[in-house]
């Protein structure tokens, strides 16, 4: 269950629940009804029961809270299309409901509510708050401030402790427990922090021993999460720390007020609780919050009465005899539930429903006012709010189905398929995507190569036209952005549909057509661009796979925040339409190739005349670089063999895996009396380099080849290589002045040190070099030209050369874990290591006299990633200590075994 906790208490497994004075809108409910409220999953007398969460009237914890309910929602749309997030209902009430009830049971009436996004649906519903026991103003944002910033404008009506929480949650932690710790550690702010099985999208926060916060790390990648323990949003904060936000413009509590307080010393504190807590961030996660709240795990009370089965039945609701219902369900107030009808919980059917004779709901969440037509079938699916299904309609499993869709008698929606408001389906239609645009969303969309799948199965024209009008919505209109392919014919496809989508959303078009990939990361820069995109098949080109990279304006591939931004538009469906004259316009640059080539050999400089006299064999790897290399190395006067260039428009198709071509290379190296052999994969980023005895150099060993001739002849002030980069860079370059710049693993991750400035190479490890002298981005061609240049410096032949190199020796090995166990295995492996020499720039690496072991959690596959430095004697000793300590961490949470970590 992402984003939820659930405390495994005996009151939980009892079904017990806070008790207090329910508000006067319950109370009326009440006497209209045979029973009085109880909460779900459990009987009035455990309700009542429950002195872990009684009141406190008594004014104890008496202050007052800030609700920010500002949010959008824009993970839940459609359902937040005409409706603000903290109005969505769980249960039949508002989630901001149920948050002031929360609030009541612990003796908090007194509520400044923050509003901004259709802030009169929140203000007419809940208006001065008598009707729930409570005192409720608001302050209305004109434009969005960010959290500390929404807080900041009710600054001078909080001259004491205050509490803020999230009005677009659901939670029934116990906020005493978070107040008292606040209160005994004289804290300036204390955070309320919940574990959860995945941190990703969440602050993960570290404490000390005894609770204040050592580090903020904000929505962190795997490599960056050494804890489980996130934010929760519920904050007990003192006016004198709320002093510190700036008067104007936005500001955000955990990304700048928090690190500001922690900078000047401010104890801010962390309070771990038990309990529930959901962020229902997306529509899987309400779906969720529903059947938890039905099935006990949050403690809420429901409205109406309780009949035997775990159903709940609303005030004026009517169940026809022969309707079958299987709990746990609520039906909401005024519905009616009709002959024949069948219900499989858990399901929530919103007030003023009505289910028509014969039909099937089963797991299903209906807003309210719906019609579910005769014979007509929902599964597992979300109809909003006055939603008709005509006779014999069926909905599919995870279909959403927004506010005033009319669905005519026979129609269907097929699984996953989302529907904007207010759309009418004709009958007999068969709905197979989403109106308007596409079939279904994924998980996520970009990966470690940027976005892939199957050609023409998962990568369509269809979803290249999404993908390039949500990257250009994330661009301003008018902005321009190079596009290029590679040779095959599917690529050529999909960079047309992607051209298509750009101009659909008024983004220009600089159509680079076939060239190498490092020429279109150069074009992006030189043409003055704001980003990029190629397409091209993956490496072989004979596993179907297509892959799409989008670039930034400086070549480099996007980062993850931009990433994020393009999916948001892609999942939710929100891309930019222009009018037919804005429509953004496809251009065809003149002489890309030739502006390449003139900053190339800029870069380059002259070459000796024995680096010119090089016997050289290129494979070009059936890429495009055959283009413009071959003019690049005899404009520097070296003769080159080229093997394996494309042939045709054919592309990548047919050319020999890597090993095989490396094999052929190496024999035509020993064969011709070669000097140096040099393969280029397909899209130009990475080399592999063959010494004149034919000997392939593995990606550690011609890292440090290219960081000793740095070093020695190119006058490098510094290098960035990856963090699990051996440590041998370290060695050549010690004594030359050369510094060594560790970063996070990963290709983007490198070109964005490349970027910064100050480095003269930067290396991935895995046969990626960048030079930042000429661009950051990966380029294979011009580490072909930059190698020949400070080879012609030595004295001796590249295989002696490399044997004099200290040699590196890195063991890799992968652990399956699961992904709701990764925030914990790296909270517990830094509990560990403490008082030991680590480094967490990118997962956890601990140093040892004689060797170094590095743990990375997988960001795509439920894995991590052991490495360790030498193979044998102290690094494999490591390497196997810590695989032990991570298979049994995942035993036991898993429930197989337990481990003590040491």
Same mark, same amino acid.
């Given at each position: 269950m992402d984003a939820a906790i659930v405390a495994d208490s005996a009151a939980a497994k009892a079904g017990s629940f806070p008790t207090g004075p329910k508000f006067r809108r319950y109370e009326r409910d009440a006497r209209q009804q045979e029973g009085s409220a109880a909460p779900a999953g459990g009987s009035a007398a455990g309700w009542a029961g429950n002195s872990e969460y009684s009141p406190r009237e008594d004014g104890e914890y008496a202050m007052k809270a800030v609700v920010m309910a500002g949010g959008e929602g824009t993970r839940l749309r459609p359902l937040t299309s005409n409706r603000p997030k903290p109005m969505v209902p769980v249960v039949g009430r508002p989630v901001m409901e149920h948050i002031l009830e929360l609030l009541r049971r612990h003796g908090i009436s007194q509520v400044i509510v923050t509003v901004q996004y259709l802030s009169a649906q929140i203000e007419d519903y809940f208006g001065d708050g008598s009707d729930f026991g409570m005192e409720v103003s608001y302050s209305v944002e004109p434009e969005p401030l960010g959290t500390a910033g929404s807080v900041r404008r009710c600054a001078a009506e909080l001259d004491e402790t205050f509490l803020v929480i999230s009005g677009d949650a659901l939670t029934d932690i116990d906020l005493g427990r978070v107040v008292d710790l606040h209160r005994r550690r004289d804290s300036w702010v204390t955070l309320a922090l919940a574990r959860v099985a995945d941190p990703l999208e969440f602050g993960v926060v570290i404490t000390d021993a005894g609770g204040r916060v050592q580090r903020f790390l904000e929505k962190p990648g795997w490599g960056e999460v050494f804890s489980d323990t996130i934010n929760t949003g519920i904050y007990v904060i003192e006016p004198k720390a709320l002093a510190e936000v700036p008067a104007e413009g936005p500001y955000d509590f955990s990304k700048e007020l928090f690190p500001k307080l922690m900078a000047a010393g401010a104890p801010l504190y962390g309070c771990t609780v038990d309990g529930y807590w959901c962020d229902i961030g997306n529509l899987r996660q309400y779906m969720q919050a529903n059947e938890d709240a039905l099935h006990g795990r949050v403690r809420l009370t429901l409205p109406g009465r309780s009949l035997p089965g775990d159903i709940h039945i609303g005030a004026g609701a009517t169940v026809h005899p022969s309707a079958r219902l299987h709990g746990p369900l609520f039906i909401g107030e005024n519905c009616s539930v009709?002959?024949?009808? &069948?219900?499989?919980?858990?399901?929530?059917?919103?007030?003023? =429903?009505?289910?028509?004779?014969?039909?099937?709901?089963?797991?299903?969440?209906?807003?309210?006012?719906?019609?579910?037509?005769?014979? !007509?079938?929902?599964?597992?699916?979300?109809?909003?709010?006055?939603?008709?299904?005509?006779? @014999?309609?069926?909905?599919?499993?995870?279909?959403?189905?927004?506010?005033?869709?009319? *669905?005519?008698?026979?129609?269907?929606?097929?699984?996953?398929?989302?529907?904007?408001?207010?759309?009418?389906?004709?009958? @007999?239609?068969?709905?197979?995507? =989403?109106?308007?645009?596409?079939?279904?969303?994924?998980?996520?969309?970009? #990966?470690?190569?940027?976005?892939?799948?199957?050609?023409?199965?998962?990568?369509?024209?269809?979803v290249a036209v999404r993908l390039g009008a949500a990257y250009a919505s994330a661009l301003q209109r008018g902005d321009a952005v190079v596009v290029s392919r590679d040779g095959h014919p599917a690529s050529v496809m999909m960079k047309r549909a992607l051209m298509a989508g750009l101009s659909s959303a008024g983004v220009r078009a600089y159509n680079l057509a076939s060239v190498?990939?490092?020429?279109?990361?150069?074009?992006? $820069?030189?043409?003055?661009?704001?980003?990029?995109?190629?397409?091209?098949?993956?490496? $072989? @080109?004979?596993?179907?796979?297509?892959?799409?990279?989008?670039?930034?304006?400086?070549?480099?591939?996007?980062?993850?925040?931009?990433?994020? %931004?393009?999916?948001?538009?892609?999942?939710?469906?929100?891309?930019?339409?222009?009018?037919?004259?804005?429509?953004?316009?496809? =251009?065809?640059?003149?002489?890309?190739?030739?502006?390449?080539?003139?900053?190339?050999?800029? /870069? *380059?400089? =002259?070459?000796?005349?024995?680096?010119?006299?090089?016997?050289?064999?290129?494979?070009? #790897?059936?890429?495009?670089?055959?283009?413009?290399?071959?003019?690049?190395?005899?404009?520097?006067?070296?003769?080159?063999?080229?093997?394996?260039s494309a042939r045709g428009g054919g592309g990548t198709r047919g050319e020999p895996g890597p090993a095989a071509a490396g094999l052929e290379l190496s024999q035509v190296v020993i064969s011709l009396h070669a000097d140096l052999g040099a393969r280029l994969d397909p899209c130009c980023d990475r080399l592999t380099v063959i010494d004149d005895q034919g000997h392939a150099l593995d990606d550690q060993e011609a890292l440090v080849l290219f960081a000793a001739l740095a070093a020695r002849h190119a006058g490098a002030r510094e290098i960035a290589v990856p963090i699990i980069a051996t440590r041998a860079v370290e060695a050549v370059c010690a004594g030359t002045g050369t510094r060594v710049r560790r970063t996070r693993t990963g290709v983007r991750a490198v070109m964005e040190?490349? /970027?910064?400035? #100050?480095?003269?190479?930067?290396?991935d490890g895995e046969g990626g070099f960048s030079f930042p002298g000429f661009h950051p981005g990966m380029d294979g061609l011009f580490a072909i030209g930059w190698l020949l240049?400070?080879?012609?410096?030595?004295?001796?032949?590249?295989?002696?050369?490399?044997?004099? *190199?200290?040699?590196?020796? &890195?063991?890799?090995?992968?652990?399956?874990?699961?992904?709701?166990? %990764?925030?914990?295995?790296?909270?517990?492996?830094?509990?560990?290591?403490? @008082?030991?020499?680590?480094?967490?720039?990118?997962?956890? %690496?601990?140093?040892?006299?004689?060797?170094?072991? /590095?743990?990375?959690?997988?960001?795509?596959?439920?894995?991590?990633?052991?490495?360790?430095?030498?193979?044998?004697? /102290?690094?494999?000793?490591?390497?196997?200590?810590?695989?032990?300590?991570?298979?049994?961490?995942?035993?036991?949470?898993?429930? !197989?075994?337990?481990?003590?970590?040491?």
């Open positions: 009709q002959a024949d009808v &069948v219900v499989d919980g858990p399901a929530v059917i919103g007030p003023n =429903s009505v289910l028509d004779r014969g039909c099937r709901v089963s797991r299903a969440v209906l807003l309210g006012n719906a019609y579910v037509g005769p014979r !007509a079938m929902v599964q597992s699916a979300l109809l909003g709010r006055a939603v008709r299904l005509g006779t @014999g309609a069926v909905i599919e499993e995870g279909a959403v189905i927004a506010d005033g869709c009319h *669905l005519h008698e026979g129609s269907r929606v097929n699984a996953e398929v989302k529907i904007w408001p207010n759309k009418v389906v004709e009958p @007999g239609a068969v709905v197979n995507q =989403s109106i308007v645009w596409g079939a279904r969303w994924h998980r996520t969309l970009f #990966g470690a190569g940027g976005v892939s799948g199957a050609a023409n199965v998962e990568m369509t024209p269809e190498p990939p490092p020429v279109t990361r150069y074009a992006a $820069g030189a043409l003055g661009g704001r980003g990029g995109v190629f397409t091209a098949m993956a490496a $072989g @080109g004979d596993s179907g796979q297509m892959e799409l990279r989008f670039l930034d304006s400086r070549g480099i591939d996007i980062d993850a925040n931009f990433e994020r %931004k393009i999916e948001n538009l892609y999942f939710r469906e929100d891309m930019r339409k222009v009018p037919p004259d804005d429509v953004g316009s496809i =251009s065809y640059p003149a002489k890309v190739l030739d502006i390449y080539l003139t900053g190339y050999l800029a /870069a *380059l400089g =002259s070459l000796s005349p024995q680096a010119a006299a090089t016997r050289l064999v290129v494979d070009y #790897g059936g890429g495009h670089a055959g283009q413009v290399l071959p003019q690049a190395l005899a404009e520097c006067g070296v003769a080159a063999l080229s093997l394996n040190a490349a /970027a910064t400035g #100050g480095l003269s190479l930067a290396a240049r400070w080879l012609g410096l030595e004295d001796r032949p590249l295989s002696r050369l490399v044997a004099r *190199l200290p040699r590196p020796s &890195v063991a890799t090995e992968t652990v399956t874990c699961p992904w709701q166990v %990764k925030g914990q295995l790296m909270r517990r492996l830094v509990e560990a290591t403490v @008082g030991e020499q680590v480094t967490l720039i990118d997962g956890i %690496k601990i140093h040892r006299e004689e060797a170094w072991v /590095a743990v990375l959690p997988d960001a795509h596959r439920p894995a991590v990633h052991l490495y360790a430095e030498p193979v044998d004697g /102290a690094g494999a000793r490591l390497l196997e200590h810590y695989r032990a300590i991570i298979q049994g961490i995942v035993a036991e949470a898993e429930g !197989a075994a337990t481990v003590e970590v040491d």
